[in-house]
T-cell receptor
Framework: QKEVEQDPGPLSVPEGAIVSLNCTYSNSAFQYFMWYRQYSRKGPELLMYTYSSGNKEDGRFTAQVDKSSKYISLFIRDSQPSDSATYLCAMTDRGSTLGRLYFGRGTQLTVWP | DAGVIQSPRHEVTEMGQEVTLRCKLISGHNSLFWYRQTMMRGLELLIYFNNNVPIDDSGMPEDRFSAKMPNASFSTLKIQPSEPRDSAVYFC????????????FGQGTRLTVV
């Protein structure tokens, strides 16, 4: 079993839809949870960052972490064609991993007009 | 700061040839990661360094792959000899070693071995 599991999709939705992306993980030491967005032929870029459990909102994006279930989510409201990209979840612990991130495989999202 | 810089952006080479990929870290970062990305496997960690020292190379596919960090700001990933199955996008990323901090990725090197 991989440390982080993520459904690769692809996911295709119409403009304006609410998108839900999810990851599960197995290592209870993870405390920092991130979502990276990767456009075609580009490197991943940090989109959202959450520490421990709870919700974090940034514009149309909401990140949720449920440590008891080892489950994280990213919600995109009022999705736009410009949101079309691959979304990768990533996580790490406090410092023992020297900054190493554990990534999911990524979910490919297409938002059509 | 220009961010993490990788070169070349694209590389096409014949099977059996040596390939060298290069990465310049962000100033002040001391952890460096090499990843390989394919459609089938996603983002795979190959090796990572902390303060120029290789910490974990268990992701390196085989002896044909080697990585070095000759100084605090630069790293190379070498494949010798290259094979068609090495075709992928190779990313390097840098961060600090405090954990829980953002990793910055380069634009990647798209390698095609024919």
């Amino acid at each position: 079993q991989k440390e982080v599991e993520q459904d690769p999709g692809p996911l295709s939705v119409p403009e304006g839809a609410i998108v839900s992306l999810n990851c599960t993980y197995s290592n209870s030491a993870f405390q920092y949870f991130m979502w990276y967005r990767q456009y075609s032929r580009k490197g991943p870029e940090l989109l959202m960052y959450t520490y421990s459990s709870g919700n974090k909102e940034d514009g149309r994006f909401t990140a949720q972490v449920d440590k008891s279930s080892k489950y994280i989510s990213l919600f995109i409201r009022d999705s736009q064609p410009s949101d079309s990209a691959t979304y990768l979840c990533a996580m790490t612990d406090r410092g023992s991993t020297l900054g190493r991130l554990y990534f999911g495989r990524g979910t490919q999202l297409t938002v059509w007009p | 700061d220009a961010g993490v810089i990788q070169s070349p952006r694209h590389e096409v080479t014949e099977m059996g040839q040596e390939v060298t990929l290069r990465c310049k870290l962000i100033s002040g970062h001391n952890s460096l990661f090499w990843y390989r990305q394919t459609m089938m496997r996603g983002l795979e960690l190959l090796i990572y360094f902390n303060n120029n020292v290789p910490i974990d190379d268990s992701g390196m596919p085989e002896d044909r792959f080697s990585a070095k960090m000759p100084n605090a700001s630069f790293s190379t990933l070498k494949i010798q000899p290259s094979e068609p199955r090495d075709s992928a996008v190779y990313f390097c990323a840098s961060t600090t070693d405090r954990g829980g901090t953002e990793a910055f990725f380069g634009q990647g090197t798209r390698l095609t071995v024919v």
